[in-house]
């Protein structure tokens, strides 16, 4: 066991839907392996109430320095990262003038394998200890990423885009001999899903990336699939743009909505993720609450891209779950405080009667516990629970410093209570305010 004493910033469990921050000034986070051998949570709380227990054994003490869950990024994309910051007028040409260019590079294993090497470093470096990310419609980008985060110990969930009509033909899913590229698709899904998910820290995620550039046949298969493994996630993108849900709704007019399409298809249940969901009505709402699905909220992407603002209010009003990504590279900082920032700003602005005012600790908690039920990894059900750091979780965190820069020491300095404290972090907050990232081990 080791034990670190520090200021602490965790989560109690959620009472009436609602997580509430728990902050300790002085406190001890103790953590030890748990019968699999990997490190958790053993104890949380106040220095003077646990040093008894456990002060004869290690203890790191980190005066003026703040313990917190490692952050969950609920929709990224590893080869996207040479994109960020490329100027279009919109989702669709930004993806055919930057974006596609870029991912044909993936095929190629040498460039998958440093692309994931950057990008996973990049994560950590930024306090990001769980990632939902996308990789391309080439096995050698999902293999790549895969094997550098098993190295990183670092959890970590993705999978091969599906991507069969509609894009760059070097871009689709390629057929071998006979076997059409659909069906190729479909066989390597499943071999990647075989061959990684479950294996150390590491989760497959079912991956078309929006249904306008996968044939009927292919989401088709991807929901057959999604039946077989009940326990892989599924991911894709819905209702970001409204020029792309007028496409979707042209090749699937049989289908309610846009987001009703994946369900048609099998492709709605808890463990499924969609990023964005801003152009919904209640009816996708409800849909989303009753299958268990949840929104992936991009708002530095969304502000960028001109989409739109995710509609907070007709979420907590028809109750569904949500959380926080940065959507790299759409999404314009691997950081989860731009990311909160920007959320804070969608909250005041964007909804339908402005001014909503998403607290600092909700924001936080989109962007670890609330993330972390959003991806059924809470610990609800007996598995793995991250994003928090209450006894039984994976000890993934990160050591904040809230003088990493002369303004934050300023502000941080003049804090009367939490939300004053976490405002500030969020406000003036970017990689340097991460003095170390920590991952959970295998002992």
Known sequence: MK????????????????????????????????AQGRQVVQAIGPWHDLQAQYAQGPVEHLPGRIIAPGFIDLHIHYPQTNVIGSPASGLLPWLENYTFPEEKRF??????????TFFVAE??????????????????????????????????????????????????NQGLGSVSGTEQSLRDTEALIQRWHGVDRLGYAITPRFAPTSTEAQLRG????????????????????????????ELFPQSRSYLATYDDFGLMRNRAIYAHCIHFDDDDRALMRDTGAAAAISPTSNLFLGSGFFDYEGANRVGYQYGLASDVGGGTSFSPFHTMLAAYYVGREG????????SPQHLWWQHTAGAAAALGLDGANGGPAV??????????FVVLNPQ???LLARKTALASNLDELLFSLIVLGDDRLIEKTIVSQAI
């Open 3 to 34: 034990a670190y004493r520090a200021s602490l910033l965790w989560f109690a469990p959620p009472s009436d839907g609602v997580a509430l921050a728990r902050f300790e000034q002085d406190g001890l986070l103790v953590v030890g392996p748990n």
């Open 107 to 116: 095929s190629a294993p040498e460039y998958s394998a440093q692309a994931a």
């Open 123 to 172: 994560l950590l470096r930024n306090g990001v200890t769980t990632a939902l990310a996308f990789a391309t419609s080439h096995p050698e980008s999902v293999n790549a990423l895969f094997a550098e985060a098993q190295v990183q110990q670092m959890r970590l969930i993705t999978g091969l885009c599906l991507m069969d009509r509609h894009a760059p033909a070097d871009l689709l």
């Open 222 to 249: 991807a929901g057959d699939l999604a039946k077989q493994y009940g326990d892989v996630w599924i991911q894709s993108h819905v209702a970001e743009n409204k020029d792309e849900i007028t496409w979707a709704r």
């Open 351 to 358: 909804q339908t009667k402005p001014g909503l005012s998403l």
């Open 387 to 396: 994003g928090n750091l209450l006894p039984g979780c994976e000890a993934d």
């Open 404 to 406: 990493a820069t002369p």
